[in-house]
């Protein structure tokens, strides 16, 4: 295939008349010459003003389909969540001197709350970016209804600032950073994009130069994805944090584990009333796209623009550290199983994990005292 041809190798049903996310697909499509980068697609799928996923709805987050939601996140699964997440944060913000609280893609508020309960008195400002307006008033409505004497020091922001003096929180914010997706036919590399064929999408692949971060033994039809995106999210966080320190968490693994044979179709999964499917190309904006996330690529970026990581480990470790089991004693039945869920291995607990970061010297933060991994990274 010579540079600049595709080929169509993957279809989805046919689509209803075209929305008006569609509509613009469709045009940057036919601006491409027929063909669209997936991570361009996805970018568009989830974040088109007034269009994509997450622009133009409040609802995705919620513990039951009958709700309306699409997938439920750890704040919404129980409060000892952010009660144990609070303490890591405390630790940072004594340590680092600083009074704000950063929250990246705040979802249904939840986090905010449980946040600004445990730690109102102990921070002036609590910024939540936010690029989606009706997720905004979502979590606006939460703090007002869970906690009332804080929440005027809550402020939202649809970019990033010139610079951050605090400790920034992010959970499940990086799965949902585009993600370029690369294929390989057992000979060579291609980039996977979509193109049209009559009223439906489908992939198409053309040469390209990119490659995977590692140099491993490929078996043909491997799929897998390059997290642009989010790796320049942490390069930008890390020329902003002018003084702080930063807790990812998030589903995914570390680069060797990322790119094992086992994973050959790639992470890509959507979500759509509490069920998952790996077909993106269907009700685009209708249904959450995600990525787990490599780990490796994240710390990477960070440290070559110098942050210190400051650990990582499983979430079931690292809400253990902060003292989560502490949390149960006395608990009521419908708590402790809800814990379980967070802390379990076939549950969140360890596919899950948290990566920590510090603008300048290091620290021993708390929860990456015991099953610290960063030497896995």
């Known amino acids: 295939m010579k540079e600049g041809q595709f080929l169509s190798v993957a279809s989805a049903p046919a689509r209803a008349p075209a929305s008006a996310l569609a509509q613009r697909i469709d045009r940057e499509i036919a601006q491409g010459g027929g063909w669209l980068g997936f991570e361009r697609f996805m970018e568009l799928a989830l974040y088109a003003p007034g269009l994509g ?105 649809d970019r990033l600032p010139t610079a951050i003096e605090g400790v920034v929180i992010g959970n499940e914010v990086l799965d949902a950073m585009p993600v370029a997706l690369l294929h390989f036919d057992g000979q060579d590399w291609f980039e996977r994009g979509v193109a049209q064929r009559g009223t439906h999408y489908v992939f198409a692949d053309r040469p390209t130069a990119l490659r995977p971060p590692i140099a491993a033994a490929f078996a043909p039809d491997t799929t897998t994805e390059l997290q642009r995106h989010g790796e320049a999210f942490i ?47 269907t009700d685009v904006g209708e249904k959450d796209i995600t990525a787990h996330v490599d780990f490796s690529g994240i710390a990477l970026a960070g440290q070559d623009c110098g942050l210190v990581v400051l650990g990582y480990t499983t979430q079931a470790r690292f809400l253990m550290n902060c003292g989560l089991l502490n949390d149960l004693r006395g608990a009521d039945v419908r708590e402790i199983a809800a814990a379980q869920k ?31 991994r960063s030497h896995t990274l």
């Open 53 to 157: 996923y997450y622009a133009r709805g409040d609802r995705q987050f919620g513990a039951w389909p009958g709700s309306g939601s699409d997938f439920i996140t750890a704040p919404e699964m129980s409060p000892l969540f952010g009660r144990a997440v609070a303490r890591q944060l405390a630790q940072a913000l004594d340590l680092t001197g600083t009074r704000e609280l950063w929250e990246f893609g705040a979802g249904s508020g939840a986090l905010a709350a449980q946040l600004l309960d445990a730690l109102g008195s102990r921070i002036d400002r609590y910024c939540i970016v936010e690029l989606s307006a009706a997720l905004s008033a979502r979590q606006r409505a939460t703090l007002t209804e869970r906690v009332p004497r804080h929440v005027d020091k809550a402020l939202w922001l």
């Open 235 to 281: 390069r930008t966080l890390a020329t902003t944090l002018v003084r702080g320190a930063a807790f990812f968490i998030d589903y995914g693994f570390p680069v060797h584990e990322y790119h094992h044979p086992q994973r050959h179709g790639g992470t890509v999964m959507c979500h759509r009333a509490h069920r998952a499917d790996t077909d993106p190309l």
């Open 342 to 372: 967070l802390l379990g291995e076939h549950e969140m607990g360890e596919l899950f994990k948290v990566i920590g970061f510090a603008a300048a010297e290091s620290f021993d933060a708390l929860g990456f005292a015991h099953g610290d």
